[in-house]
């Protein structure tokens, strides 16, 4: 074989068994290979500041914010993960053999739904939140949201292990050639996936986030109502705080982002050959990627403790005694 056939192999010593190098087009985009090392770079450093805000203060041990912490953890993995993800997409060769591809794969899904498991959390706080405020307190507590957390985590790596039992016992069982990485589901395996990470959880964050855009409109509605007529002011008790609507509005940006972000990155790999990696593939997994990059832009934008928190985190403050009792709120 000669030298320029072998310089097209994934593996040129392996002759025919390697696989081949793409020719040409996405391993040749110049804007690819610079957005990848960004996003990383910026996805891993943004969610570790959310991660250390939210661990350092103790001001910010509430509820909705450890179900912040669960999904910066998530958004953390998907940023490490990447940096092999885009190397594999982009030469079209892995490297790291078959057990690390079983396993690369088996923690990318793994994350991916312990994501929406977050974000099915964080909508059913928010409607506690403004539908039973009253409740919210004694349903919603520190102790319920951690075990919750833990419960969505422990799942989505069970679920996820239960899938790939055949790539795990037999690493490389459906690649075709040296330097592949297959990920192959059975069809009905994949219906099910779909309904489970994706259809259902789905359809329950927009029933629970549309009853929570109700439930908000029309409280807006009665405060109006209340300033014009004294009559309803016996109400107001019972309707959910200006913090917990303010909070129901940033959340459901996040939501309403991850959803965007989410569903083609999940449209196309349920409706793709998993084995070729192709541009669309890799763009949708961009726009996934983005998302978990954006979120803690989100924070900042809407969140004045996150800032407050960053600035000590920053100016090393958080390393004072006592720095954890600061308030930040």
């Known amino acids: 074989m000669d030298t320029e056939a072998q310089s097209e192999l994934c593996f040129p010593q392996l002759a025919n068994l390697s696989c081949r190098k793409p ?35 103790r001001q910010l041990h509430t509820p909705t914010n450890f179900l912040l912490l669960s999904l910066a953890v998530a958004d953390l993995l998907v940023g490490l993960l990447l940096i092999q993800g885009c190397t594999f997409g982009i ?18 899904f793994s994350v991916t739904a312990a994501s929406i498991g977050n974000m099915v959390l964080i909508s059913a ?21 951690r075990i919750a957390v833990c419960l969505c985590w422990f799942l989505s790596l069970l679920y996820n292990c239960i899938i790939f039992t055949d790539q795990l016992v037999q690493p490389g069982k459906y690649n075709s050639c040296y330097g592949e990485c297959a990920v192959t589901i059975d069809y009905h395996a994949g219906l099910f996936d779909s309904l489970v990470t994706f259809i259902l959880p ?20 009665a405060e109006r109502s209340r300033v014009k007529c004294v ?15 303010k909070a129901a509005r940033t959340l459901g940006v996040l939501v309403l982002f991850f959803l965007l972000c989410f ?9 793709t050959d998993s084995r070729i990696i192709t541009p669309l593939q890799i ?22 403790w996150f800032r407050r928190a960053v600035r000590q985190i920053v100016n090393l403050q958080i390393l004072q005694p006592g720095s954890c009792e600061a308030s930040v709120l």
């Not at 030469?91 to 923690?107: A, K, Q, R, V």
């Not at 789905?202 to 409280?219: D, E, G, K, N, P």
């Not at 990627?289 to 900042?300: D, G, H, M, R």
């Open 23 to 57: 020719s040409s087009g996405l391993s040749e985009g110049v804007l690819f290979n610079v957005l990848m090392p960004i996003i990383c770079v910026f996805t891993v450093l943004l969610n570790l500041l959310v991660i250390i805000s939210i661990s350092h203060f």
């Open 263 to 271: 569903c083609p990155y999940y449209i196309v790999f349920i409706t």
């Open 283 to 304: 763009s949708v997994l961009y726009l996934y990627s983005f998302n978990s990059c954006v979120n803690p832009l989100i924070y900042a934008l809407f969140y004045p």
């Open 231 to 245: 009559k309803l002011r016996h109400s107001a008790p019972f309707r959910a705080k200006k913090s917990e609507l």
């Open 125 to 145: 706080d928010r409607y506690v939140a403004i539908c039973d405020p009253l409740q919210y307190n004694i349903k919603v507590t520190v102790k319920r949201i």
């Open 202 to 221: 789905l359809s329950i964050i927009v029933a629970l986030y549309t009853r929570v855009f109700v439930v908000a409109v029309s409280q807006a509605r």
């Open 91 to 108: 030469s079209n060769c892995w490297f790291l053999g078959d057990i690390l591809c079983s396993l690369y794969s088996l923690m990318t």
